[in-house]
């Protein structure tokens, strides 16, 4: 079984300062890892992936993510928030064991609030 | 636009109607997801199809549930006697791997259906 966990529901932070949104995972076979973005009846867009190689991933926006796999964590950061990055992040998990199937199972999502 | 497109995006049906949605993937994109989010959760896996297999199902897809994607191209999601439980977004993915087996693809995700059940 595979299983996502967002401790936090909310995090709020100043526009400029660094944000941070924590994810950890459970997988029986190594981890695929995906972070989404939702804005206000919008649809889930896609910001970063790990799949294999270097632990650090860049994506979307400024995004990036680190892989650990001792913590089974992989953090969302930005250096430097904007208001606009005020939304509902996703983590989500694959499990990469083909018998897992294709599914990704997701964490309950984190609300970030950027104030100006 | 060339994204996943969902029709419609909103609907409102009363308890014991037949709803049905329709999902079209990004061109040339073999595999299809539905996904189910409820207000306040992560969406949830329902049943995914490789052309027009459909390879997996959950166990939240019930007997009153139906998904099909006749030609390999676009899927339709049918719910019967609908509930006031089945509302909820309901939310079509797709990638484009082409090779079968574990896809390290990325889904990419329509806006969504909002389907509500008075």
């Known amino acids: 079984a595979q299983s996502v966990a967002q401790p936090e529901d909310q995090v709020n932070v100043a526009e400029g300062n660094p944000l941070t949104v924590k994810c950890t995972y459970s997988v029986s076979g190594n981890p695929y890892l995906f972070w989404y973005v939702q804005y206000p009846n919008r649809g889930l867009q896609f910001l970063l992936k790990y799949i294999t190689g270097d632990n650090l991933v860049k994506g979307s926006y400024g995004f990036e993510a680190e892989f650990n796999k001792s913590q089974t964590s992989f953090h969302l950061k930005k250096p430097s928030a904007l208001v606009s990055d005020s939304a509902l992040y996703f983590c989500a998990v694959r499990d990469a064991t083909k018998a897992a199937g294709n599914k990704l199972t997701f964490g309950g999502g984190t609300r970030v609030l950027v104030k100006p | 636009d060339t994204g996943v497109s969902q029709d419609p995006r909103h609907k409102i049906t009363k308890r014991g109607q037949n709803v049905t949605f329709r999902c079209d993937p990004i061109?040339?994109?073999?595999?299809l997801y539905w996904y189910r989010q409820t207000l306040g959760q992560g969406p949830e896996f329902l049943t995914y199809f490789q052309n027009e297999a459909q390879l997996e199902k959950s166990r939240l897809l019930s007997d009153r549930f139906s998904a099909e994607r006749p030609k390999g191209s676009f899927s339709t999601l049918e719910i019967q006697r609908t509930e006031q439980g089945d509302s909820a977004m309901y939310l079509c993915?797709?990638?484009?791997?082409?090779?079968?087996?574990?896809?390290?693809?990325?889904?990419?995700f329509g806006p969504g259906t909002r389907l509500t059940v008075l």
């Open positions: 061109s040339e994109h073999n595999r």
């Open positions: 993915a797709s990638s484009p791997s082409a090779t079968s087996g574990v896809s390290t693809d990325t889904q990419y």
